[in-house]
């Protein structure tokens, strides 16, 4: 699968931790930046993950900051992104199963970084169920679409 990955300096750590695990596991990983520990914006991370993966660029994308708080906020006000601060393996799972997540957010200074990699290998793993979960994406999309220009 080929990923796009980004992060601000807060993520920067767990950014680099997360991308050899994921060629290890046969994945193509494209990196957003940000490469420096220089205080940075996660806007612009978010963005730039976020639309690789609504263009079609890439099928999934990791985004990550401190919290993960700001860089959800962000790469989820990209039209298409459904992303997914998730915390623990049942909300990567759940994230993934239910909602159709197509960008999973990790917070670097919440998460310790083994949790954080089986967190990234429980969300990679999972498909989306469909059935009534479809019906509820749909009814997401619905509300972008209303209120896009
Ligand atoms: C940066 O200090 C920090 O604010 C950022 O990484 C993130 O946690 C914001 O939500």
Request: net charge negative.
């Amino acid at each position: 699968m080929k990923i796009a990955i980004g992060s601000d300096h807060g993520g920067l750590s767990l950014k680099e931790v997360i991308k050899p695990f994921l060629v290890e596991q046969g994945h193509e990983v494209v990196d957003f930046g940000t490469a420096t520990t220089d205080s940075c914006d996660y806007p612009i991370y978010g963005e730039r993950v976020g639309e690789a993966v609504s263009f079609g660029d890439c099928e999934r994308g990791i985004a990550i900051c401190g919290t993960g708080l700001g860089i959800s906020m962000a790469v989820n006000k990209v039209p298409g992104i459904r992303g997914a601060l998730c915390t623990n393996e049942f909300m990567a799972e759940m994230s993934r199963a239910h909602n159709d997540a197509n960008v999973l957010v990790l917070g670097a200074r919440v998460l310790g970084e083994g949790l954080a990699l089986r967190i990234v290998a429980v969300w990679l793993a999972t498909e989306f169920a469909g059935d009534r979960h479809q019906r509820r994406i749909d009814e997401i999309t619905a509300i972008e679409k209303k209120y896009s220009k």
